[in-house]
């Protein structure tokens, strides 16, 4: 019983070491922008395996780019395909997250998630795509933590810079150059909307090779989000 208790309380310590760490991290980006997110490092791994990071010609594509240098279209656009009430709610969306839960009981090969702004990006910075409730229950953490920590709009220009936007392309910056050859503040409603519609699955709609798994008609919500713009 002895061990067990030493052992229990080792765990627990660095549980709270591992919550700490996670925290002065993203308190330090109200002033600092994030260089790098887990989803990027193992993007980067899974193209370039073990290579050196700038002494050589396989990189991922990312470009940093100031809040206020993002087309509104964008910003607009994204609220309405990923999460509409992202300005309203503290991070999560209760029904989105009871729907989800009970999608899952009835398949819990294929787990979803139902997640907002802030939990995608509590994904994309700390941890893995593996899909199990462990993780969903980190990310539950690290969501709560940004939401504390950030202003809403820092949350979301944090989440511009660092999302996936197809195969080795990270954040709005790489993303509107890519696709259309153009700074992120001159994207038109048109191009801001499809860009938006990558999101759910970025490798796919950049490259059809990776569209076996996808389930996304592009079409289809494109027209629903230019429907909602233009309302």
Same mark, same amino acid.
Request: overall charge positive.
């Given at each position: 019983?002895?061990y067990?208790?030493?052992?229990l309380?080792v765990?627990?310590?660095?549980?709270?070491?591992l919550?700490?760490?996670?925290?002065?991290q993203?308190?330090?980006?109200?002033?600092?922008?994030?260089d790098?997110?887990?989803f990027?490092?193992?993007?980067?791994y899974r193209l370039?395996?073990w290579?050196?990071?700038y002494l050589?010609?396989?990189?991922?594509?990312?470009?940093w780019v100031?809040?206020?240098?993002?087309s509104p279209?964008l910003?607009r656009?994204i609220t309405i395909?990923?999460?509409?009430?992202?300005?309203?709610h503290?991070?999560?969306?209760?029904q989105?997250?009871?729907?989800a839960?009970d999608r899952?009981q009835?398949?819990?090969k294929h787990l979803?998630?139902?997640?907002?702004i802030t939990?995608?990006?509590?994904?994309?910075?700390?941890?893995?795509s593996?899909?199990s409730?462990a993780?969903?229950? $980190?990310?539950f953490l690290?969501?709560?933590m940004?939401e504390v920590?950030l202003p809403?709009?820092?949350?979301f220009?944090?989440y511009?810079?660092?999302?996936?936007?197809?195969?080795?392309?990270?954040g709005?910056?790489?993303?509107?150059?890519?696709?259309?050859?153009?700074?992120?503040? $001159?994207?038109?409603?048109?191009?801001?909307?499809s860009?938006?519609?990558?999101?759910?699955?970025?490798k796919c709609y950049?490259?059809v090779?990776?569209?076996s798994?996808?389930?996304?008609?592009f079409s289809?919500?494109i027209?629903?989000?230019?429907?909602?713009m233009n309302?």
């Amino acid at each position: 019983m002895k061990y067990l208790r030493y052992f229990l309380t080792v765990f627990f310590l660095a549980f709270l070491a591992l919550q700490a760490f996670f925290f002065l991290q993203i308190l330090s980006w109200r002033w600092i922008n994030p260089d790098s997110t887990a989803f990027a490092r193992a993007e980067r791994y899974r193209l370039c395996g073990w290579s050196i990071p700038y002494l050589d010609k396989c990189e991922i594509q990312h470009e940093w780019v100031d809040f206020k240098k993002i087309s509104p279209y964008l910003k607009r656009a994204i609220t309405i395909s990923e999460d509409s009430d992202f300005y309203r709610h503290a991070g999560f969306e209760p029904q989105a997250m009871k729907d989800a839960w009970d999608r899952n009981q009835k398949n819990n090969k294929h787990l979803r998630g139902g997640s907002t702004i802030t939990q995608q990006l509590a994904k994309n910075l700390f941890l893995s795509s593996e899909k199990s409730y462990a993780r969903k229950g $980190q990310e539950f953490l690290i969501t709560v933590m940004l939401e504390v920590a950030l202003p809403k709009e820092r949350i979301f220009e944090i989440y511009l810079n660092s999302v996936e936007w197809g195969e080795g392309i990270f954040g709005v910056g790489a993303a509107s150059q890519h696709y259309f050859a153009l700074k992120p503040s $001159q994207l038109s409603m048109e191009e801001a909307v499809s860009l938006a519609t990558a999101l759910p699955a970025p490798k796919c709609y950049d490259k059809v090779k990776y569209c076996s798994k996808a389930r996304v008609n592009f079409s289809a919500r494109i027209d629903f989000i230019l429907e909602r713009m233009n309302k």
